[in-house]
């Protein structure tokens, strides 16, 4: 315990402490460090322009999936598999975008390109500047961290680094532990799929959701990933998509596999009905994921400019099972903790609808890299 005078001497050497510096920036922010003016700027022209308050919708999902294409393009024991969260997927667009693993990422090339040229920030911090701005239009999120100041890459990343949804458990927990993360990161990071949708696994379909509540960040995708799958939202027999419990919901394969896996399985059901873990879970290593490859040391922290993400009200936050399931429907994978005995929302069961499409993701980026070029040079 604290002597009386070591406790005096201690406040008093803290009073007497230097405040922190506080910065006005151009247009009115304030911030603890000069360098992150330049954001604000950044922050404004897609807010009103590329978000466009559309709350949590497809840009936001968009933004959010490019982040993690970018960033898992680095290796711990090979510096050949890239340099981490650089850039490189819109800087070689040509190359990145045209890997399999990367179908569909360039509706993010087509959404972002025209803000990047207009800004001074790299490549490499815009993309996940974005994808934390976008964070924020979702209920349930924690406010995202962010670093600023990363390094853009010189080279592009090769392919094999973008888990894909067909390969099985022990093959993407492999490859995500050879990038620095854990099975519990793993899982953590997932919950992002709480608020996505997929493009690219059956070619008749667009933005279908991987759960029933695609524009909150909830832990509903926990519980429905792990019911009996009895239908495709298409035709099916797609590869990387498994059977799900919901119509309009479709369902990866490797969602399925790390639900069942028993490396993950109860990582997986840890996060059902516990949006606080979910969601203290996903910001950690969210923030990981960032700057993945980068040298911490050297960035800025700039997260006082995200803006905060509106509340989830206790209502919204509690799991339910679909109309018409219920516990019986759960296939039990986590050997030492029951399932939760979620009640079943009330009604008959109904199609999911698709999340509706930004016009803006549509441009001259195919998902070949064909036209996934852009003029990215910052003036000195």
Known sequence: MLSTFTLLAALATFSNAAPTRRVTCPGGGVVS???????????????????????????????????????????????????????SIFLFGQQELGYDANLGVADAFNLEAPFIANHSIGVADFIQFAAAVGLTKCPGVLRPTFMFGRTDATAPAPDGTVPEPFQDAKTILARMADAGFTPAELVALLASHSIAGADDIDPTLSGVPFDSTPSTFDTQF????????TLFPGTGGNQGEAESAVAGVLRLQSDSELARDNATSCLWQANVNNQALMASSFQKAFAKMQITGQDASKLVDCSEVIPQPPALSAADAKAFFPPGLSVKDVEQACATTPFPNLPTKSGAPESVPSIVQDPATQGPCDDDGTGCVANFTKSA
């Open 222 to 229: 926990f519980v429905e990933t792990q019911l009996r799958g």
């Open 33 to 87: 460090n000069q360098a992150c003016c330049a954001l604000y700027p950044v922050l404004e022209d897609i807010q009103k322009n590329m978000f466009a308050d559309a709350g949590c919708a497809d840009a936001a999902h968009t933004t959010l999936r490019v982040a993690f294409h970018d960033a898992i393009g680095f290796s711990t024991t090979n510096p050949k598999m890239g340099t981490g969260a650089d850039g």
